[in-house]
């Protein structure tokens, strides 16, 4: 029992080691968190078309539930831009922004996202995530980032423009931009580079006057308040509101009722892929800054515990009153150079916020939307890696074209289809790829018992024997291939007697791929030529052993391919043997080696 219980309640580990030097550090991290979150936490609320309030609300359960039920030490959890983004595209279309039936629909919407997590966690279906392929994921960031810019610009102008996409909000952007609001627009511009100024500069200013690097670094991530307070004092000294500047008006003081959302079945349809993609794109962003931060302190995380964390934190969210949450970069990197050391500074950082929302929410009355819009732009513009695309492009043609489709299908449509347009023409290319696998015939190193390509390494072959390396897992989408390319390279060398399949590289072999290696077997005996195979890993012959495959294809199996060679034509690996080795072939095979495709 208490083995379970510690498993569902992983605080229960860390919780028994606890002492003051911990309590200190995760203290000071959480102050600093909590300044930094509630800037945060009030633009990302706006982001997604919610009253900031929503965005604090976001930040008390939710971080008490992931301090109880999640595995990383750092992890800090919260509202987030691309969630929120992803919020706004969903509910956008179907309710009027910032209307009852829109918050309502966000409650249901993080709920079903809970729902989804502690569903995966249950099923034990973490992997699923892999099916978000890096490319997929960088382009889907980078592409969002842009769009949430085009999407705060109108805040930062003090002007009106609609639409879900580029294509829509940069024609409105245009059509809009001589109305912009001078007072508004100042305060945008100004706080942009008071906040980039303090992200990129302020740091190593302060360490050239004998600031330590840590005090200097905590000072940057304080920019945020700075510019809220500033700002908020300015607009109330000036009464600039009463002068057109959009501010963010009156703000709930005190927490909602602790309910739960009112379930509409039929919007809980219509909601529920888009919450398995926010759950799923918030699992992935979560897990892989959660697991970058573990590895720096030697420690470890639990995917599918994670899910647990994640899936208790949107529920939480969704019973008080919040928003879809998952773990941020900005928040994780700040509370780890604050020298958090357990997830209870997360907690810590809730009752900060909570002591916010009791007692200071009226401060933010006259905060200027243009002030949230800037800090949103400065920190989603981190998540911009242009340079990406064209590094993946060079190093991989199918990458980049997933990261570029999705890229694409999130700047000119909507985010659900540019993710599942990059989802699934990376599972495309896959395919395509792996149907295709590469299949090599080899020789016998000179002075070496190794087997090289015969076209990139000066080797010898042996005319008796045909010795074939397959660099692919054997399953239904190459199959075909297999059976059409074995027979070619047969054609090629009339003189074989013996064809050995070299299965160094083959991790699986499928039923479909079993049904060709049969039928590969008879059309070789009709040619007079003996299959064979080397290098079988134990899996794989495992699974050839709950077969009849093994009991009628006559040929033996090799433990290497030297073995194969020794035992079906002894005379070729002595001669090869002979000859002085020379490592990889002259200068003409290493010329072909760079103009032949891999």
Same mark, same amino acid.
């Given at each position: 029992?208490?083995?379970?219980?510690?498993?569902?309640? *992983?605080?229960l580990e860390w919780a028994r080691q606890y002492n003051r030097d911990w309590a200190a550090k995760d203290g000071l991290a959480a102050l600093i968190v909590t300044l930094m979150l509630i800037p945060q936490s009030l633009a990302y609320a706006m982001l997604a078309g919610l009253p900031p309030v929503m965005g604090l609300y976001a930040s008390i359960l939710p971080l008490i539930a992931y301090t109880l039920f999640g595995t990383s030490r750092t992890l800090a959890v919260g509202p987030a831009a691309v969630i929120a983004l992803m919020t706004a595209s969903v509910l956008g279309p179907l309710f009027?922004?910032?209307?009852?039936?829109?918050?309502?629909?966000?409650?249901?919407?993080?709920?079903?996202?809970?729902?989804?997590?502690?569903g995966m966690a249950l099923l034990r279906l973490g992997f699923l995530a892999i099916f978000l392929s890096h490319p997929v994921i960088s382009g889907?960031?980078?592409a969002s980032a842009i769009l949430i810019t085009l999407g705060q610009l109108k805040h930062i102008l003090g002007i009106q423009a609609y639409g879900a996409n580029a294509l829509e909000l940069v024609p409105s952007l245009l059509q809009n931009l001589p109305d912009s609001h001078w007072p508004t627009l100042i305060i945008g511009v100004c706080t942009l580079l008071f906040l980039h100024l303090t992200r990129t500069s302020l740091a190593g200013w302060l360490i050239a006057r004998g600031i330590s690097h840590s005090r200097a670094t905590m000072a940057t991530r304080c920019?945020?308040?700075?510019?809220?307070?500033?700002?908020?004092?300015i607009v109330w000294t000036f009464d600039l509101a009463a002068a057109g500047v959009p501010v963010v008006g009156s703000v709930p003081q005190g927490f909602p009722p602790l309910t739960p959302p009112a379930l509409d079945p039929g919007l809980a349809m219509e909601l529920l892929p888009a919450a398995v993609l926010i759950g799923l794109i918030g699992f992935v962003e979560s897990v892989s800054v959660a697991q970058t931060f573990a590895a720096k302190r030697r420690q470890r995380i639990k995917p599918n515990q994670e899910l647990v964390g994640l899936g208790s934190a949107n529920l939480a969210a969704a019973f008080s009153g919040g928003m879809p949450v998952t773990g941020g970069l900005?928040?994780?990197?700040?509370?780890?150079?604050?020298?958090?050391?357990t997830p209870l500074a997360g907690a810590l950082t809730a009752v900060g916020i909570a002591l916010t929302v009791m007692f200071f929410t009226p401060l933010f009355q006259n905060l200027p939307n243009a002030v949230l819009a800037a800090t949103i732009i400065v920190a989603i513009l981190t998540l911009l890696d242009l340079k990406a695309i064209r590094r993946t492009w060079r190093?991989?043609?199918? /990458?980049?074209?997933?990261?570029?489709?999705?890229?694409?299908?999130?700047?000119?449509? /909507?985010v659900e289809f540019g993710v599942m347009l990059g989802v699934a023409l990376?599972?495309?290319?896959?395919?395509?790829?792996?149907?295709? *696998?590469?299949i090599a015939v080899v020789g016998q190193l000179p002075g070496s018992e190794h087997f090289r390509n015969v076209e990139r390494f000066a080797v010898v072959e042996s005319q008796k024997v045909l010795s074939v390396r397959v660099d692919e897992s054997l399953y239904? *989408?190459?199959?075909?291939?297999?059976?059409?390319?074995?027979?070619?390279?047969?054609?090629?060398? *009339?003189?074989?007697?013996?064809?050995?399949?070299?299965c160094a590289g083959v991790n699986l072999i499928d039923a479909s791929a079993l049904e060709s290696l049969e039928a590969i077997t008879s059309r070789l005996q009709a040619a007079g030529v003996q299959l064979h195979f080397s290098e079988v890993k134990g899996p794989v012959m495992d699974q050839l052993q709950r077969s009849d495959f093994l009991d009628h294809f006559g040929g033996q199996i090799f433990l290497s391919q030297f073995e194969a060679l020794v035992t079906l034509d002894p005379q070729s690996t002595q001669r090869a043997s002979a000859m002085p080795r020379i490592g990889q072939g002259s200068q003409s095979m290493a010329a072909k080696e760079n103009e032949r495709a891999s």
């Open positions: 029992m208490s083995q379970r219980l510690a498993r569902l309640l *992983p605080c009027v922004t910032g209307s009852a039936e829109y918050m309502a629909a966000a409650l249901l919407l993080a709920l079903l996202s809970g729902v989804v997590l502690l889907f960031m980078s920019g945020p308040v700075v510019a809220l307070l500033l700002s908020t004092g900005s928040r994780t990197v700040v509370s780890f150079e604050a020298g958090a050391q190093y991989s043609r199918q /990458d980049g074209a997933a990261m570029l489709a999705t890229m694409a299908g999130v700047l000119l449509v /909507d990376s599972l495309l290319l896959f395919l395509w790829r792996t149907s295709q *696998p590469h239904f *989408p190459n199959a075909r291939y297999l059976e059409d390319r074995i027979a070619e390279l047969v054609g090629q060398h *009339p003189e074989a007697e013996h064809l050995v399949l070299m």
